[in-house]
């Protein structure tokens, strides 16, 4: 589900009597600078393919502009992020430097993500089927035209499915056919012979933080839910920081970017600590 952008109209209209297809864009702008700065919006992405000795990849999100890279894993590994200053510091040649499991990574503008060091081993699974059936009460995967066996699949891998509506997780197979895969559990019923899915044995798989689209026009519900007056206050700072406009105000202005700015940091401490209130006292070592 998605909640439209014109739908902060009313919000921002209380307080501002700018015309409407302003505020829309004054709106989406305020989406894309909360989401970049506090970080809220993480996203899995389809898996990637490794190919041995090439270290860069494209990553990319048809649901957003792609911020940073969250965090990282090569099938059930986690990655850790490095500075590239620090390898070109520290490390000489680092550029030519293989491993059969690279343990660190770097982005850069070009929203690649580069593996450190180059791997020299491609992944073992990586297959693109679009004729699935998830079925939850057997815990089984089937592909109407088959191909499990012969993408290399096999019982007791740890399989990492993406690119899915409702599927994307990993999965531990207890058995493989050509044309069904039993997993421990877990799965969500989708698909009749017609769900889409990446299947991938140690693959790079990535978490994006997105922000929305230039040209989006709605955006995910719980940026509507949990921020709803969050951005109709950035959006009202930005209206009456409009100079030459009959609703400019700078006292207005000031008021409203004074919350919008407390509210930034408050989501983006929320994203670092999570949403449970932490309570260790009766932890024990």
Known sequence: MAKNITEWRPRVLRNVNAPTFIIDEVVLDTLRDFCERAKVWTKRLTAIQIVAYTPSYAISSASGDIVEIDHARIGTWDIKPIAESWLNANVSDWQNATASRPERYLMGYDREI??????????????????????????????????????????????????????????????????????????????????????????????????PLITATTVEDFLYNDFLEDIAN????????????????????????????????????????????????????
């Open 114 to 211: 580069r593996l450190v060091y180059t791997p020299n081993e491609s992944s073992d699974v990586y297959a693109a089927f679009t004729d699935l059936t998830f079925d939850a009460s057997e815990n089984t995967i089937e592909s109407a035209g088959g191909g499990f066996t012969a993408a290399g699949l096999t019982s007791g891998q740890t399989i990492d499915i993406s690119g899915t509506d409702d599927n994307d997780r990993e999965v531990k197979a207890t058995s493989v056919t050509d044309t069904v895969i039993t997993v421990e559990g877990g799965l969500t019923d989708e698909g009749t012979a017609d769900a889409s899915a990446t299947l991938a044995v140690n693959g790079l798989h990535v978490w994006a933080v997105l922000k």
């Open 234 to 285: 950035g959006a009202r700072y930005r209206l009456f920081e409009m100079p030459g406009t009959k609703w400019a105000n700078g006292e207005y202005a000031g008021y409203y970017k004074a919350k919008y700015e407390q509210a930034v940091n408050k989501a983006a401490n929320r994203k670092l600590k999570g949403l449970t209130k932490a309570n260790t006292g009766g932890i024990r070592g």
